[in-house]
């Protein structure tokens, strides 16, 4: 494996080596510089980084149990692929997951929902506008991680962060690229004003609905959320506030 020289190759004494190790694949795979189906080979990485092959190895089983890599005993260790099919069930766990998170956050007297948001879809719009993908998609997660976090229910934060750890938002992000970032702003803003303006009773149910429409425009593929009509996800995307065709 050969990935680019970069600071966190550096001995730091405040971690150990194989968190250093892991710190330094899991940078590489957010940038994109390891991509699906890559071999990891233990000895190029050890020597990149000036390691013995021990920490690799236990970098790489941390790996391994977050599902970032995967191990066969006669080819090797390699990064991850993932299929349509899991991206579609993990959209759609997403969805109910972070709808969950929306109500809470709206139930949440304690934070202003509406000055949170803002903050973070500033750093969208200037992503956006200096045409910065990496910045864009920086901004993009920390969008739904404030969400998560001010629904105030930890579990929820715990699920959702294991559950769209910075792999899929990788795999996500290389297909929803075709779509231009001002497009991609403008449908964050009005996701945004969809999450605040919706009447609470019914704000589980446009959180799935808005999630099922970027499944199926990101993708270009059949939606993976059996229990809506396509045409009514896809309709929605382009004017949350719109009553469904």
């Not at 080819?75 to 349509?84: A, H, K």
């Not at 998170?101 to 934070?111: A, G, K, L, T, W």
Request: glycine letters at 4%.
């Amino acid at each position: 494996m050969r990935t680019a020289k970069s600071h966190s190759a550096k001995p730091d004494r405040g971690i150990s080596a194989s968190k250093r190790v892991e710190a330094h694949l899991r940078k590489a795979i957010h940038a994109g510089k390891l991509r699906p189906r890559q071999r990891i080979i233990e000895e190029d990485l050890a020597r990149e980084l000036e390691v013995s092959r021990g920490p690799v190895r236990e970098a790489l089983l941390r790996l391994e149990r977050d599902g970032l890599v995967v191990t066969t005993s006669r080819r090797g260790t390699f990064i991850r692929d993932i299929s349509l099919a899991e991206i579609g069930v993990i959209f759609r766990m997403r969805a109910k997951l972070e709808g969950l998170c929306v109500r809470y956050m709206r139930e949440n007297s304690s934070i202003d929902a509406s000055q949170l948001l803002s903050r973070t879809l500033k750093k969208l719009k200037t992503a956006a506008a200096k045409n910065n993908e990496e910045q864009f998609f920086d901004a993009d997660m920390e969008l739904h991680r404030t969400i998560w976090k001010a629904s105030n229910q930890p579990l929820l934060y715990r699920t959702l962060n294991l559950l769209m750890n910075p792999y899929i938002f990788i795999i996500a992000r290389g297909y929803s690229s075709r779509i231009p970032l001002a497009n991609r702003r403008e449908n964050h803003e009005q996701y945004v004003r969809m999450i605040l303006k919706t009447p609470l009773e019914k704000i589980e149910a446009e959180v799935e609905r808005y999630f099922g429409a970027l499944y199926t425009r990101i993708f270009d593929h059949s939606s993976a959320f059996s229990g809506f009509a396509s045409a009514d996800w896809t309709h929605n995307l382009e004017n949350p506030f719109a009553p469904p065709l």
